[in-house]
């Protein structure tokens, strides 16, 4: 069968990110990333495999020319190959957008099994996956802990707030996964130096036969109107115990609404 | 356009030098050792012992660190630099997690894929690039250190067989190994042997009472009468230049080493000073530490740049033992000043086990010592670049 992960190249989270004018992120000033959220959808994928499931691997992005990065990464944890979707007019698409161009490009590949994050650790709206699977019209199941591939049939656990439910779905299907499947590996030196080998092709809007006009900030369902930074965090309170700290801590509590 | 602030942590923008698939084999093991080395290093070295030893080196034989700059019989084949980056990044965490690696790699591994035969690779190396089996490399022995060419453990024919008598002293995972790369006088020179630490004669002993590389087994190894086939033998080299050769690969990996322990000190007085206060300040506010840390990064940043530019002539095939000297003698100085300058910047606290700057100088101590010492290292440059000889 055929497994597409879907990995997100995103500027790193622990540095300083802003915006460009147009409100579309400022990928020039800092350095990015493999989605690390994504990096356990990676590793789901590698397990089905090591359970014995026979498949191929391959890693899907959407992104600028150094998303590479993210591929060559994915590809030294292991699998297959990896496509990479890159026009100039794609900069500026939205959520929607970005799922139309990502399920061309998985129907071009072929499919069983589609594999996502639970979110990007940048945009971190958490549709694709969704407006993927409607895209393609096949079954979605989203957010699972726990991932199994049997006989046509893919099946996991959501950890719910009031319930835990047991959910499956048939194949083909998008499903998406979250930080509690298990920890992704490391990409061992031999499967760095393999990557280098893997095949790796590069698309544009044209070999997936949509129109520039679909896509980019022009295209785009929701604009970012304005963006303002986080305030800086200001200095604790700090609550000196005089025989009544008690009475203050509570005080304080109940001013900020917590109790 | 506006340029970028200055990177603390890489203030010349050396990053920028590394390709992906550098920085990838940095991150892989930068994770390993915080996840997995860190958090136990402080504990093993006030014990003075390695417990885990064969778990950890499965371990780093799994992300593939053994004679990773090796080709072939399981070995990743990496560039030099990438091995560079490697040696960095385990020396941060902790000098004696990067002697394993070095000694297993760069000269036991080493000396086998170099001058072994087609047999003994295929006995070893495989077994060792996973971690599955440990080796040493036994050269110094009590009486014989700097001038290893006079040494006193021999090799003499008994038939096709050899026996190997002598002691060797000071040996780096001795008696742990499953397999001892030991350097013997012969008739015809000195040899090179494999000696598998099962075999009867051989015995090794745990040097004990070490102030530095406290997490690292050191051993003094015992040969009587230790009979080997002549297959043991190392067939591809006669004479001072098998051992020199493969000191020379390990040193190389010191020259970057010897800057990950020099980092881990910085950023721990960088973080000490920022919230330390005295005199209702931060100390890093002073004058005077400030003086301290921008030495000490001028020092560890320039000394990157170095291993770099050794690394880069290594992988394009011309770097000369000389090159590796005045990067071993530069980094492995400043790395240990480094280190005592952090020391002092943590006041007391710099001298507790708490802290990782006592235990990193106290490392490098031995650092500065093996592998050549820095007055070895500043006579071959001193020869370099006279002409004159001032060994002997
Ligand atoms: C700062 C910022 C502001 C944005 N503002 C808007 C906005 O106002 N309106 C709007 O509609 N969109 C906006 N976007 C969305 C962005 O441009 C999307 O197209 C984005 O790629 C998908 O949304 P997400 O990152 O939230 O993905 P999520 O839905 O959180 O991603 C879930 C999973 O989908 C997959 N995936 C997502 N993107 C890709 C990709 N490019 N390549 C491969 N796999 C992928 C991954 O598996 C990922 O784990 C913004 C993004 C950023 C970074
Ligand atoms: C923790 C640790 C691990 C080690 N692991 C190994 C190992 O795995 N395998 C191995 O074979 N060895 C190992 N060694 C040994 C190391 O390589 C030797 O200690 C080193 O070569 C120096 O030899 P020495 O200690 O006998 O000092 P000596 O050679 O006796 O030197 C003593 C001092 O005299 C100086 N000196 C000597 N000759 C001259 C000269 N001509 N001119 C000026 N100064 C001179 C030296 O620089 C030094 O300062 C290890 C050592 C340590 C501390």
């Known amino acids: ?259 | 356009m506006a340029l970028a602030p200055i990177d603390p942590k890489d203030p010349l923008g050396i990053d920028d030098l590394f390709d992906a698939e550098e920085l990838a084999v940095r991150d892989t093991v930068r994770r390993f050792c915080a996840e997995r080395v860190t958090p136990h290093v402080a504990g093993w070295f006030e014990r003075g012992e390695l417990p885990t030893v064969r778990e950890l080196a499965v371990e780093l034989g799994r992300i593939g660190v053994f004679g990773m700059h090796l080709e072939g019989y399981g070995c990743a084949g990496a560039s030099a630099v990438q091995y560079g980056l490697a040696c960095l990044e385990l020396e941060a965490c902790d000098s004696g997690l990067r002697s394993l690696v070095s000694v297993q790699g760069s000269l036991a591994m080493y000396a086998i894929h170099r001058f072994g035969s087609e047999e003994q690779k295929q006995a070893w190396l495989p077994r060792m690039a996973a971690g599955e089996a440990l080796g040493c490399f036994g050269l110094t022995e009590p009486d014989v250190g700097s001038d290893p060419a006079s040494m006193r453990t021999h090799a003499k024919r008994d038939g096709s067989d050899w026996i190997l008598n002598g002691r060797k002293m000071w040996i780096t995972n001795g008696s742990v190994a499953s397999v001892a790369v030991v350097w013997a006088r012969t008739d015809e020179g000195v040899r090179g042997f494999v000696v598998p630490t099962d075999t009867p004669g051989f015995a090794a002993h745990d040097i004990h009472h070490k102030m530095s590389l406290r997490a690292s087994v050191t051993s003094e190894l015992v040969l009587d009468d230790v009979r080997l086939p002549d297959s043991a033998v190392l067939p591809e080299v006669v004479g001072m230049r098998g051992p020199l050769t493969c000191l020379n690969e390990a040193r190389y990996g010191i020259v970057w080493g010897s800057l990950g322990a020099a980092r881990t000190c910085l950023q721990a007085a960088l973080d000490y000073a920022a919230t330390r206060e005295q005199f209702g300040r931060p100390i890093a506010g002073f004058q005077l530490t400030q003086a301290k840390f921008a030495d000490m990064a001028v020092e560890l940043h320039k000394g990157l740049l170095l291993a770099l530019h050794l690394g880069r002539r290594k992988d394009a095939g011309t770097l000369r033992p000389e090159q590796v000297s005045f990067g071993k003698l530069n980094n492995v100085r400043e790395a240990i000043e480094i280190c005592r300058t952090a020391r002092t910047i943590l006041g007391a606290n710099g001298i507790s086990l708490e802290y990782p700057v006592m235990r990193h100088a106290a490392n490098l101590e031995s650092v500065l010592t093996y592998e050549g010492t820095s007055e070895m290292h500043t006579l071959v440059i001193g020869k370099a670049l006279t002409g004159l000889d001032a060994f002997r």
């Open chain 1, 1 to 259: 069968m055929k497994i597409v992960v879907c990995v997100k190249y995103v500027p790193d989270a622990t540095a300083d990110r802003g915006f460009n004018e147009d409100g579309t992120t400022d990928r020039e000033s800092v350095d990015s990333l493999l989605s690390e959220l994504d990096e356990y959808a990676i590793e789901q994928a590698l397990q089905i495999v090591e359970s014995g499931v026979e498949a191929e691997i391959t890693y899907l992005t959407v992104g600028p020319d150094d998303a590479t990065d993210a591929l060559r990464k994915a590809l030294a944890m292991g699998g297959d190959n990896a496509v990479h979707v890159n026009d100039d007019d794609i900069q500026g698409t939205d959520a929607l957008g970005t799922s139309l161009i990502l399920a061309k490009a998985i129907e071009a590949n072929g499919y069983d099994l589609v594999i996502c994050g639970m979110a990007s650790t940048d945009g971190g709206m958490g549709v694709v996956p969704a407006m993927l699977a409607e895209r393609l019209g096949v079954p979605q199941v989203t957010y699972l802990d726990e991932v199994k591939v049997e006989g046509g049939v893919v099946k996991g656990r959501r950890e719910g707030d009031t319930a835990t439910e047991q959910v499956e779905a048939s194949l083909p299907a998008v499903i998406s996964v979250t930080d509690r499947t298990g920890e992704a590996r490391f990409p061992s030196f031999k499967g760095i130096m393999a990557a280098r080998k893997k095949p790796l092709e590069s698309k544009d809007l044209d070999d997936l036969g949509i129109d520039s006009d679909e896509v980019g900030l022009s295209a785009a369902w929701s604009t970012v109107d304005a963006a303002t930074a986080r305030p800086a965090r200001t200095k604790g309170e700090v609550v000196t115990d005089e025989g009544e700290g008690g009475v203050q801590l509570a005080t304080f509590l109940a001013a900020k609404k917590f109790i």
